[in-house]
């Protein structure tokens, strides 16, 4: 059997099943065990034996059981690099990328741009990621800004071994993670430039009716509490003591929040309130001004 042949009948298996996207997940799970790239499997159709296709069949069974593809190739894209993912780590999803081009754009205002011209002198930018998962957010910003110091903070020790991993294999070297529960391990007198988050948002008796992929994920990730804003209020809370003079934070939130966020927001003493729009148009990434 050629690869193409698995190709087609990876698809087509996908696609009874309801999968989305059958053709481009068979694709992915070809070129992730064969360690090809796209264009080689569908000029040369390089042959696969027995042992090799009954690999790709047990993958394509855990992906029919609803197992996250992420998972089962153990890596997604992000921000350019490959980010490590596994059992006890959300799965960085693609409208992240929304937030973390906000944070560079703000941190390349003019103000951003004199403090890091100066950072020989010993002014430097001051960034912490809370719930940091797989580190995505905090590598990506360590990567863009070399001079910063980015600290990336979870509670999960198991979400915090993939991001060590993702330091390591993506070979930055200015982020720093730490193990604890939001503000908690900082020092009290520890202030950031940026505060940034993606903090679990999903109401708990939604979490149920999500999609079974979501299902595999840590549910400490996701879970928000009854209405989905307990960590958003601790956050806004007890940021301002973290914030430097006119520092931000920075927010991914959930698809109808913006209204209760932007009141938590102004009740800590939060000014220049706004937000950001995803692709479909919804209110993605909270931003305020300390």
């Not at 593809?69 to 350019?80: E, M, R």
């Not at 719930?131 to 979400?159: H, M, N, R, W």
């Not at 982020?175 to 109401?203: H, K, M, Q, W």
């Amino acid at each position: 059997m050629t690869a193409l042949d698995k190709l087609r009948e990876l698809t087509q298996l996908f696609d009874k099943e309801g999968i989305e996207n059958p053709a481009k997940e068979a694709e992915i799970l070809l070129i992730e065990t064969l360690q090809i790239n796209t264009a080689r499997l569908h000029t040369a159709a390089p042959v696969i034996d027995e042992k090799v296709s009954m690999q790709i069949d047990a993958f394509a069974n855990r992906r029919l059981q609803g197992e996250p593809l992420q998972y089962i190739i153990g890596h997604v894209d992000f921000w350019g690099m490959r980010i490590h993912v596994g059992k006890g780590v959300l799965i960085p999803r693609p409208e992240t990328e929304l937030m973390v081009e906000e944070t560079i754009r703000i941190m390349m205002s003019a103000g951003a741009k004199r403090r890091l011209i100066r950072s020989k002198s010993g002014s430097r930018i001051d960034i912490v990621d809370l719930c940091t998962g797989s580190g995505c957010i905090a590598l990506a910003l360590a990567k863009e800004f070399p001079q910063a110091d980015v600290y990336g903070i979870d509670k999960s020790a198991a979400a915090l071994t993939y991001a060590r991993r993702n330091v390591e294999c993506n070979g930055i070297g200015n982020v720093t993670f730490i193990e604890g529960d939001l503000f908690a391990p900082l020092s009290s007198d520890a202030r950031f430039d940026c505060i940034v988050s993606n903090p679990p948002y999903i109401r708990k008796d939604d979490i149920a009716g999500l999609q079974k992929e979501i299902g595999y994920e840590p549910l400490d990730a996701l879970n928000g509490g009854k209405d989905g804003l307990d960590f958003y209020r601790r956050i806004l809370q007890e940021a301002p003591r973290s914030l430097k003079n006119n520092g931000f934070v920075i927010l991914e939130i959930g698809f109808d929040q913006a209204d209760d966020i932007r009141r938590l927001a102004s009740d800590s003493g939060f000014r220049d309130i706004r937000f950001v729009k995803d692709l479909a148009g919804i209110d993605r990434i909270f931003v305020a001004k300390g």
